[in-house]
C-alpha cells in the first residue's frame, strides 16, 4: 500500500498526524531549536521528540520524548552506531505508533544538530517500517505527514559557515569518517526550511542583517523570518505564529529531484548588498578539463551553486552540480531523454517531458546545462565568463555532434565521481539517483 501524496491532499482534509521538525546546528541555533519545541510542546496534543546523539559513535542514542503533562526518557544501544540506522530502527516506528495515539495530535522533531532535515524527510517518505504493533507495513508517511520546517540558525556567524571549507570533524562535530562540511550542512539546513528564526544575540554588531537577510530571500523565498535577539522572545505564541505565516505553497518536507526547477517560489532576481542569483544557461556541452579549471570560481565569495549540466564527454548522462562555500560535488542524476528508450521515457515523470518538449532540439534533445549561483560577495559577470569559455567551441561542437567516439576520449577529470577540494583524502560520493533527491541519502 503506497502512501498519499500530500501534494494532493488539502491540509484541512489529511487525516494523517502533523510533524513540525526543527533543525540547527550546533550553538546558538541549537539553543534556538530547544526553545522553539519547548514553546510547541505547550499547544494540547503536541510531542516533542529528540534523539541526542552525543554518543553515537559510541553506539549509544539518548531520547526523549516529551509532552506539556509527560516525559519519557530512553538509553537506546545500537549495533551500527550512525545517524540512519537512528532513522531506521527507532525514530520512523516511533512516529508510527505515536500517530496511532488518539492523544497525539502534532509531534515535533527537535532535531540533533547531526540530523539533515532532508535526510529525514526522505526517510519518513519512502522507508518502509516493520514491526510496529497493530499496523502493516509501508513507509511513515502513510501514517504521519510533514507540516513544515522550521531553522534556527546563528545570524552572527551564519554567513561565515556556509561560505567556509571547514569540515564536521575539523569542527569537532563529527567523526574522522563524515567528510561533510559545516558549510554543506548550514546551507542544507536553511535551504529545506519552510521558516526561519535567525538567533542574533551578540549585539555587538558583528551581524549585517540587510546582507543576511538578502541571502535568505534567494535561498528560501517566501519562507517567514524571525529576527529574535534572545532566545527567551520564542515563546509559544512567537513559534505558532511564526508557522502560521508559512505560505500554502511552501515545501513541507517535499523531496525534488534533479530535474526539478532549479528557482523555486519568487526569489529577487536584482542585486541587493551584493547579494545576487547568476543564473547560466547554454544549449551545448562542457568540455570536462576545462570545467574543471573553471569551477575554482564557484569557490571565493559564493553561498551554494547547483544545477544540472551536459558533459561533452558524457552524452547521456545527466550531471548534477551542487556546492556550499568551498566544497562542490558533482555526480550522476540519471539519463537525458533523449538517450533513453521507449519504456525507460514510460516511466519518466509527465511534467518533466513536457518541460523538455518546450525547449527540444532535433539534434540533441533535452541536453543542456542549466545553472543557478547565489553570490554574496563575487562578481557574477567573472562567473559567466569563466563558465563560458569551459563550453565547447564550434568545432569541438562539430565533434560532439558527428564524431562522439573521438569526444570520449578527451580528458575527463570527473569520472564517474568528483568532489572538491582535489586533494581532499575522501573520496566523497554524492549518489544521485534519477527521481531521487540530488543530495541522496545521508548515513
Known sequence: MSAPDSTLIPPESDRRTSVVVLAGFAGLAADGVDRAAAALRETPGTVVVRHDLAQLREGIVHRTVRSATQHHSAVLELAHGCVSCTLRTDLLPLLCTLAQRESVDRVVLALDSAFEAEAVCQAIEHVVVTGVVGRLDGPASRDVRVSSILTCLDAAVWLADATGD????????????????????????????????????????????????????????????????????????????????????????????????????????????????????????????????????????????????????????????????????????????????????????????????????????????????LVHDADPAQIRAALHWALVEDEEMRLVERAPDRVAQWEDPFGEWHADPCDSDETAALAVEDGKSPRGEAK
Not at 573553471?294 to 565569495?301: E, I, K, R, S, Y
Not at 555526480?331 to 518546450?358: F, I, K, N, Y
Request: charged share 30%; hydrophobic share 45%; net charge negative.
Open 166 to 373: 571547514e569540515t564536521l570533524a575539523e569542527r569537532g562535530l563529527a567523526g574522522a569518517d563524515d567528510d561533510r562540511t559545516v558549510a554543506q550542512l548550514a546551507v542544507g539546513q536553511v535551504e529545506f526550511a519552510d521558516a526561519v528564526v535567525a538567533m542574533d544575540s551578540a549585539g555587538d554588531g558583528r551581524t549585517d542583517r540587510g546582507k543576511l537577510a538578502a541571502v535568505l530571500a534567494r535561498l528560501v523565498p517566501g519562507a517567514p523570518l524571525a529576527w529574535v535577539d534572545d532566545v527567551r522572545e520564542l515563546t509559544p505564541a512567537c513559534v505558532e505564529g511564526l508557522l502560521e505565516r508559512v505560505p500554502a505553497g511552501s515545501r513541507r518536507g517535499r523531496i525534488f529531484d534533479a530535474h526539478a526547477p532549479l528557482l523555486r517560489g519568487r526569489p529577487p532576481l536584482t542585486s541587493e548588498y551584493g547579494v545576487e542569483l547568476v543564473e547560466f544557461a547554454a544549449a551545448r556541452p562542457f568540455h570536462p578539463a576545462r570545467l574543471h579549471e573553471a569551477l575554482d570560481v564557484l569557490f571565493d565569495g559564493v553561498v551554494t551553486a547547483r544545477g544540472r549540466i551536459w558533459l561533452a564527454t558524457q552524452p547521456d548522462e545527466v550531471v548534477w552540480l551542487e556546492s556550499a562555500g568551498g566544497g562542490l560535488r558533482v555526480g550522476g542524476a540519471g539519463r537525458w531523454l533523449a538517450a533513453m528508450s521507449d519504456d525507460e521515457l514510460a516511466e519518466t515523470d509527465p511534467e518533466r517531458r513536457v518541460m523538455a518538449a518546450m525547449r527540444w532540439d532535433e539534434r540533441f534533445g533535452d541536453r543542456d546545462v542549466s545553472l543557478v549561483i
